[in-house]
């Protein structure tokens, strides 16, 4: 392994929440992802954009991971390709220009060895670890396969390698030797994460890796996770929705709502303190531990809209209890994150948080709440 | 949707009169059993051999009351709920013992014709995904109006209205417009009530609710959860909650029977399984799940993986994955479901419950 200068952070945009503490391996700032959704005719029609993610910023530091929480459809594993490089942020047209750094240099003036290295830092591990596999192929040639196409390793290399990672990931080495076939589900999301781990990255992307184990093996993976993290400062993007998970897992959160980041922060200051009213619904809809913990549900008006033409406003306004003051700057203009404590940071208007508020304001009854 | 303003002075939208059932109450059970399941037994015949997915399985549900059967994925919590269904196909599969008794008869021994009426009738299965339980080409009034007509022998202006009430009755706004409405042109939540409303459209005595293992948002999920409360309220029925999340055993359930390998490990009142588990697989299950409510530390975790039920150990199944130190010997001792305490029931082996000493005395083999 080559040894790298010091990294030069001084050019990074600033963005709210985000330093350069930490050495960060992925800069994410101001990235957008919109989908045009028709095909608009040129001087009539106006282009219909699906917008999926749209202005998010974040910082991937070693040895951390940053979880991102909200449900289905709100960006989440968009922002995750992005970074993963199988998306490429929307740059064109009247869409702003947002960027990714790795180690400091945009990725889009990447040289070739550059990118190399960054494909090889940057893995990810998927929800179904049973479709991510080859089923053709032995075990050991799945896990080495990153080998063989990035090194120039020889098969016998390779495959002691490959013995190795097996073990590392609580495997037996001789089983190398089977088909995917033959592994139960918690076992091939470990061969997941063996061959994630095969070029040494530095970061990899962990979308809903438990969620379709079963419950008595999620926890053996997800301490996995943590013992590879601590073992080899490995940071890690988690994707999920269970918010426990992400309580367990992730230093830091990012509560997204409809593409845009609401809450934002350490992971215990939010859950110490949660603020905004997404969230707080989040979390009053999570499943008890326990059956003495009973939570009032704040349950939002309507449904998640959908993500095409979103208002230029608040995104949350259409789905909270409280009053929108018509004229209101943030019924036009998106409101940007706010430093509300020490790493803690919500999207402020005078209707997206529960700030002044009794939480019991909100208990709305389910009548209310179709 | 009517904004509606909820500053501090103005109002506070706070719960209804008469809703309380969004609140989880404990639900009003009465003292009668509606459901008996006793030792049932069901094989499937496959190439590797005979797997005995449900291996003696006895329970009992009462008016009002909900059960929750949990166990990991493949320990017969499925074929159990389909044998008391008599929806099991044969071959591979065969009920081949035991008896059901709803509503005091074996619906086990009475014929298909009349099978056919007591499903969906006084017994009926609910799915949580609704997408799975509609079908998209007919209209909403269509497919409820079938279940009501099955049941009801009605047709017409009287079936029209039987709808249309269903509808309302799992709060669906201007029913009259949504029955005419493709599952389509509904939301995710709206969809959800209308399977609702199928399965308490014959009124049944028992709701079967087999939650599959995707996971769904946790905002949809608790909407899921109010309506089957609800659902409960309005009819009185029994409920029997499958599932993997002891989290939603904590929310929903008045009594839990937890399922290993084909057979209950442990069954017992929801806050005494909680407080004071017996079986070590009960105590795995609910203390491998990370906490919302604080950091958690490292996980405990269950090692090992879920037995193969067609290549079961001899005796006690759990045994290779129990943490407790134990002699060969004894786990080939095939354990027996005891009363520990007043309804508190563990299957009592050396290999799985650290408190076998306590309760030897009650096993032949202690
Ligand atoms: N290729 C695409 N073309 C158009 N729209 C897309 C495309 N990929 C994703 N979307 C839309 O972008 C939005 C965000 O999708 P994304 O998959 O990032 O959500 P998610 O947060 O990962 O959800 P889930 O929890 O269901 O995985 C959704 O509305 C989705 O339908
Ligand atoms: N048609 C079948 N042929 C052979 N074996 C079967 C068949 N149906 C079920 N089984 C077996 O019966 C056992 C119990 O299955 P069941 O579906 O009841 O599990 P479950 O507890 O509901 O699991 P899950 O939580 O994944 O739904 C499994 O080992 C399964 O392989
Ligand atoms: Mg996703
Ligand atoms: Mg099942």
Redesign the pocket.
Known sequence: MTTKEKVDYSHIPPAVGCSNDGEPIIQVRNIRKW?Q?NKALPFIGKIDW?K?VDDVSFDVTPGKTIGLV?E????????AKMVLGLEEPTTDGEVPIGQIYFEGEDVKTLTNAGRKEMRRSVQAVFQDPWSSLNPRMRVSTIIAEPLEINTTMTKKERDTRAGDLLGEVGLNPYQGNLYPHEFSGGQRQRIGIARALALNPKLIVLDEPVSALDVSIRAQIMNLLVDLQEEHNLAYIL?A?NLATVRYMCHKTAVMYLGVVQEYGDTEAIFAKPTHLYTNALISAALPSHPDIVRDEIVLPGEVVS?VNPPPGDVFMSRTPLEVRKNHIYTKERPPLVEIGKDHYVVETPWSTVTGHDLSEFHLSVDEAM | MVKKAASKTTKKPTAKKGLDTDRFGPSTIRDEVVLEVKNLQTNFTTKWGTVKACDGISYSVKRGETLGIVGESGSGKSVTALSIMRLIQSPPGEIAGGEVILNGRDILQISESQMTSVRGGEISMILQDPMQALNPVFDINDQVGEAIGIHQKVRGKTRWEKVVDALRKVRIPAAETRAKDYPHQLSGGMRQRVVGAIGISSNPDVIIADEPTTSLDVTIQAAYLRLLKQIQSETGAAIIFITHDFGIVAKMCDRVAVMYAGRIVEMADVREIFNNPLHEYTKALIGSVPKLEEKTGRLPQIDGQPPLLYDLPQGDSFAPRSPLKYDEKDALIRPELIEAKPNHFVQLSRCSVKDFDKYKDKVSYG
């Open positions: 989908y959704v699906l999926a909200g289905s459809g709100c960006g989440k594993t968009t922002t994707i929705h993500p």
